[in-house]
């Protein structure tokens, strides 16, 4: 557990359950997408959707799905929500909004 999840021993651990729970449906929800965005670049034509689009929509999935492996990577390891660059705590709310992140919004801004 990190120390961005604030609280007691048992409130982090159900924090840390309510994340993996989130990006674990974020994975196979993405994952449900990238497969239907390949059935349809290999239709015919492409069931009526343009070429580049769907190239778009699936690298912007491949790259979610990315992310949130990522971050299901970072919580086997134990270094889940820390920011990459300053090594300080993530935000509670910040991790519920977007459970992948991985700096906080002080380095971010600076990026």
Known sequence: ??????????????????LRGMLEEQFAVHTARLTQLTVYARRPRHAGHDP???????????????????????????TYGLCADCHRPLPLGR?????HAT???RCERRR
């Not at 557990?1 to 309510?18: D, I, K, Q, V």
């Not at 999935?61 to 971050?71: D, F, G, N």
């Open 52 to 78: 580049r689009t769907l190239d778009a929509l699936t690298a912007s999935v491949r790259q979610q799905i990315a992310e949130t492996a990522q971050a299901l990577r970072r919580m086997s390891e134990g």
């Open 95 to 99: 991790l519920r909004a977007i459970p």
């Open 103 to 105: 700096h906080c919004t």
């Open 1 to 18: 557990m990190t120390a961005a999840l604030h609280g007691t021993a048992r409130s982090s651990a159900e924090h840390m359950e309510l």
